[in-house]
């Protein structure tokens, strides 16, 4: 059983920036792949982000692209989210999760935890 707690959210204007992070629990967090997902109100929950067990590998939905970093920590078991220049459209909660499988994780099933969320709300 893996928990994940994520910290960081809060309000920012248009074009600010937030640090996301996502604190795990137990000693296999390297053997997760580790993404992240958002979901606005009312909207489906959409993939962010994901990045590899080493970290070595990265992919982002096009949306964020340029903008937001994901980086992970394996000493710490945390995975992080740097996001920049944030847009109204992307207030949401952001969900951090980890995947068990194999090839590169994008969908909701592909995750086996998750944590509670932490809310982002971008002023316009």
């Known amino acids: 059983q893996v928990q994940l707690v994520e910290s960081g959210g809060g309000l920012v204007q248009a074009g600010g920036s937030l640090r996301l992070s996502c604190a795990t629990s137990g000693r296999t967090f390297s053997s997760y792949a580790m993404g992240w997902f958002r979901q606005a109100p009312g909207k489906e929950r959409e993939f962010v982000v994901t990045?590899?067990?080493?970290?070595?590998?990265?992919y982002y939905a096009d949306s964020v692209k340029g903008r937001f970093t994901i980086s992970r920590d394996n000493a710490k078991n945390t995975v992080y989210l740097q996001m920049n220049s944030l847009r109204p459209e992307e207030t949401a909660v952001y969900y951090c999760a980890a995947s068990q499988a194999i090839v590169v994780p994008t969908t909701l099933s592909s995750y086996d935890y998750w944590g509670q969320g932490t809310q982002v709300t971008v002023s316009s």
């Open positions: 990045i590899t067990r080493s970290g070595g590998s990265t």
